[in-house]
């Protein structure tokens, strides 16, 4: 077994000034008040916030250009050529939302959802009608998640090359940047260059990493990683797994064994399933999920590559049909193309 350590004294030393500033923080606060990070957790960066949120809203727009020309642009051609809202709008509009993988359901009821409040407020200019359908697509994804609690564990899971290390790699540097102590525990033992991976994600995110030889028991890297991230009081442990869905009998003990080493061994963890799809499979990845969600009980979405598809509609399908939140996505290779998902933004770059 090799352990990765970068840093480690200076880590420390922000550690205890950090937890000195919890604590003091804790004390002042009222008893009700619970002692977490929301989920963007940019907002205990430095940075102007401002000036951040322009630059993440770039990146965002470069990243969904190609959906936003598939979509968007088809949309523009719609309305130029409507002169009056009738069923033959809304069949080519239902076309466009399924063209671009949101599914026959998803866009049907968007479609339905679109004619009641059109009908309500008796508009009949289409470029109205865009602003509506931007609205109830943001509403549809504007879903509630559990705020982060600390120490966590998020446990990585999809199917080979969706982007799991890559993912984690960006989430060890985006806690880390916002001053939380991650632990990488390299669980998809499979293949030792998943490992070599995410060691390299580790050096350049400066967290320490625990692994095992190829092959090895995923749970006892689990096991180690626990001990690591209690060692080092860490906030955040994130462990690859292999995720092998061509088993799913073989997936499901897996995960079963790594989940009973987490609850015997880390009581006091918040444990957060993520999901990793790829964005460029389409429906395929919207069955990957469902499949996933029966063997796992999984927190939450992580849709990567973005940036590769013109079909980003799959996100919308996949909070309306799974009803799971996407809580990050990657919308290119870079570091700082892992973003927590806003529906907002999300509907603003592709419309
Ligand atoms: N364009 C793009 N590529 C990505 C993104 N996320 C991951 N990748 C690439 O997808 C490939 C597979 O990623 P990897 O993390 O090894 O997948 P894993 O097998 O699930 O661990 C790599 O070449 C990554 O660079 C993304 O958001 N955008
Ligand atoms: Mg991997």
């Given at each position: 077994m090799?352990?990765f350590?970068?840093?480690?004294?200076?880590?420390?030393?922000?550690?205890?000034?950090?937890?000195?500033?919890?604590?003091?923080?804790?004390?002042?606060?009222?008893?009700?008040?619970?002692?977490?990070?929301?989920?963007?957790?940019?907002?205990?960066?430095e940075?102007?916030v401002?000036?951040?949120?322009?630059g993440?809203?770039?990146?965002?727009?470069?990243?969904?250009?190609?959906?936003?020309?598939?979509?968007?642009?088809?949309?523009?051609?719609?309305?130029?050529?409507?002169?009056?809202?009738?069923?033959?709008?809304?069949?080519?509009?239902?076309?466009?939302?399924?063209?671009?993988?949101?599914?026959?359901?998803?866009?049907?009821?968007?479609?339905?959802?679109?004619?009641?409040?059109?009908?309500?407020?008796?508009?009949?200019?289409?470029?109205?009608?865009?602003?509506?359908?931007?609205?109830?697509?943001?509403?549809?994804?504007?879903?509630?998640?559990?705020?982060?609690?600390?120490?966590?564990?998020?446990?990585?899971?999809?199917?080979?090359?969706?982007?799991?290390?890559?993912?984690?790699?960006?989430?060890?540097?985006?806690?880390?940047?916002?001053?939380?102590?991650?632990?990488?525990?390299?669980?998809?033992t499979?293949?030792?260059?998943?490992?070599?991976?995410?060691?390299i994600?580790?050096?350049?995110?400066?967290?320490p990493l625990?692994?095992?030889?190829?092959?090895?028991?995923?749970?006892?890297?689990?096991?180690?990683g626990?001990?690591?991230?209690?060692?080092?009081?860490?906030?955040?442990?994130?462990?690859?797994?292999?995720?092998?869905?061509?088993?799913?009998?073989?997936?499901?003990?897996?995960?079963?064994?790594?989940?009973?080493?987490?609850?015997?061994?880390?009581?006091?963890?918040?444990?957060?399933?993520?999901?990793?799809?790829?964005?460029?499979?389409?429906?395929?990845?919207?069955?990957?999920?469902?499949?996933?969600?029966e063997?796992a009980?999984?927190?939450?979405?992580?849709?990567?590559?973005?940036?590769?598809?013109?079909?980003?509609?799959?996100?919308?399908?996949?909070?309306?049909?799974?009803?799971?939140?996407?809580?990050?996505?990657?919308?290119?290779?870079?570091?700082?193309?892992?973003?927590?998902?806003?529906?907002?933004?999300?509907?603003?770059?592709?419309?």
């Open positions: 090799a352990l350590n970068f840093g480690k004294k200076k880590r420390e030393q922000e550690e205890a000034a950090r937890r000195e500033q919890e604590q003091a923080a804790a004390a002042a606060a009222p008893v009700s008040e619970p002692v977490m990070a929301p989920i963007q957790e940019e907002t205990v960066r940075e102007p401002q000036e951040e949120k322009k993440l809203f770039s990146r965002l727009w470069q990243g969904l250009s190609k959906t936003r020309t598939n979509v968007s642009g088809r949309v523009d051609e719609l309305i130029e050529a409507t002169e009056e809202i009738d069923d033959d709008f809304y069949e080519d509009l239902v076309d466009i939302l399924i063209m671009s993988d949101m599914g026959v359901r998803t866009s049907d009821k968007v479609i339905t959802e679109l004619r009641r409040r059109i009908d309500e407020q008796h508009i009949t200019d289409a470029r109205k009608a865009r602003d509506i359908l931007k609205q109830i697509l943001k509403d549809m994804m504007n879903k509630e998640r559990k705020p982060l609690q600390w120490p966590m564990v998020m446990l990585v899971v999809g199917v080979n090359g969706v982007g799991k290390t890559t993912t984690i790699g960006k989430l060890a540097l985006r806690f880390k940047d916002a001053r939380h102590s991650v632990v990488l525990a390299a669980a998809d499979f293949r030792a260059a998943a490992a070599d991976q995410l060691e994600w580790a050096q350049r995110a400066q967290v625990v692994r095992h030889a190829e092959g090895a028991d995923p749970a006892a890297v689990v096991f180690d626990i001990k690591k991230a209690q060692g080092a009081e860490a906030d955040l442990l994130i462990v690859d797994t292999a995720g092998r869905l061509h088993n799913k009998k073989n997936l499901m003990e897996e995960l079963r064994k790594i989940s009973r080493i987490i609850t015997r061994e880390y009581e006091n963890a918040d444990v957060r399933t993520l999901l990793v799809i790829d964005a460029t499979t389409g429906q395929n990845g919207l069955q990957q999920a469902r499949e996933f969600s063997v009980d999984v927190s939450g979405i992580v849709l990567t590559k973005l940036d590769g598809t013109a079909k980003g509609g799959i996100a919308v399908a996949i909070m309306e049909e799974l009803g799971l939140p996407v809580l990050y996505i990657g919308v290119g290779e870079g570091i700082e193309d892992l973003q927590a998902f806003d529906a907002e933004a999300f509907v603003d770059a592709i419309f």
